[in-house]
C-alpha cells in the first residue's frame, strides 16, 4: 500500500552506488527504514530535504513484511536549517535523536512521542535563546511520555523552586521519585541546583530551565543520573555514540 505519514530521519546509510537507506521515525508507523533510489545523484532533491534531523512529509511504498519500505516522494515539513548551522544546537538535536531511536520500536507508532520530537525540533531551529541546559528535561520528558516519569516529592506544596536555600533532594532509581530521604535501593543526591532544575522540569517550566544558572559540573552528573535511570527502566537505553560530541557543549 501507499503510505503518506511525518517523519523524522535519524540516520543515513549508503546503498549501492547512488541510493541510501533512511531510517525515519515516523508519526503513523514507528521506525522503519526506507530506500531512496537516487538519493546521491547530482539532480536529487532528497539531499537537501532528507539531512539528519530533518522532519519531512514522506510518502512511500509499505509492505509490513518488507524490512526495507521504499520511497516515493517526500516534501520538507518543518526547516531545521538553522540547527544544521549551529554546533550547540546539532550537537543536543543528535544526542536527543539517539537517544529517541533507542525507545523507540520498528513499526510500532508513538504519536505522543513524535509529537513532542517534532515540536522540540521546529522550537530548536527556530530559537534564539542558547538550549545549552535542556537535555536532563528532553530526558525526563522522554521517562513521562513512555510512562515511567519521575515522581514528585510528597510535600511539593511545600518547595519554592525559585526562592535560595531549596531543600535538596534525592533522586531514587528504583521508585524513580524525588524525596528528601533516599529509599533503600541505588538513590542519587542531587545539589540544590539539580534539585531546582528537575522541580522546574516536572512543572513544564523549561522557559525557567533555560534561565537556570547550570555549570558543567552540576549538568553532566544530572545528565548520567537520569541517563541510570532511563536504563533502569526503559528497555533499549545505553551509553550514546553521540555524547562525544553533546559534551562539548556543556
Keep these: 500500500m501507499l503510505a503518506e505519514t511525518p517523519a523524522i530521519v535519524l540516520k543515513a546509510v549508503d546503498f549501492k552506488e547512488s541510493s541510501k537507506i533512511i531510517t525515519l521515525f515516523t508519526r503513523e508507523l514507528g521506525r ?13 532533491k532528497y539531499a537537501g530535504i532528507m539531512a539528519f534531523g530533518s522532519v519531512i512529509d514522506a510518502t512511500f511504498y509499505y509492505k509490513d513484511s518488507r524490512g526495507v519500505q521504499t520511497m516515493k516522494d517526500a516534501e520538507s515539513r518543518v526547516s531545521t536549517v538553522r540547527t544544521q548551522g549551529d554546533f550547540t544546537k546539532l550537537a543536543l538535536s543528535m544526542a536527543f535523536l539517539e537517544l529517541i531511536s533507542q525507545v523507540i520500536q520498528d513499526q510500532e507508532p508513538n504519536e505522543e ?67 528528601d530521604v533516599p529509599d533503600d535501593g541505588l538513590s542519587f543526591k542531587l545539589s540544590e541546583q539539580q534539585s531546582r532544575y528537575l522541580l522546574f522540569a516536572l512543572t513544564g517550566k523549561s522557559s525557567g530551565i533555560l534561565n537556570l544558572e547550570m555549570p558543567v ?27 562525544s560530541i553533546f559534551e562539548q557543549i556543556l
Aim: proline share 6%; glycine share 6%.
Design 32 to 44: 522503519l527504514g526506507v530506500l531512496v533510489r537516487g538519493f546521491k545523484k547530482s539532480k536529487s
Design 113 to 179: 512521542l513524535y509529537d513532542f520530537t517534532e515540536k522540540f525540533l521546529k522550537w530548536l531551529s527556530e530559537t534564539e535563546a542558547n538550549p545549552r541546559n535542556l537535555f536532563p528535561y528532553l530526558q525526563v520528558r522522554v521517562a513521562e511520555i513512555l510512562g515511567v516519569g519521575l515522581q514528585p516529592p510528597e510535600a511539593w506544596p511545600d518547595f519554592s523552586i525559585r526562592t535560595a536555600g531549596l531543600q535538596v533532594l534525592y533522586l531514587n532509581i528504583l521508585s524513580g521519585s524525588l524525596s
Design 217 to 243: 559540573q552540576e549538568l553532566k552528573p544530572l545528565v548520567y543520573h537520569l541517563d541510570v535511570y532511563l536504563k533502569h527502566h526503559i528497555e533499549g537505553v545505553r551509553d550514546r555514540k553521540s555524547d
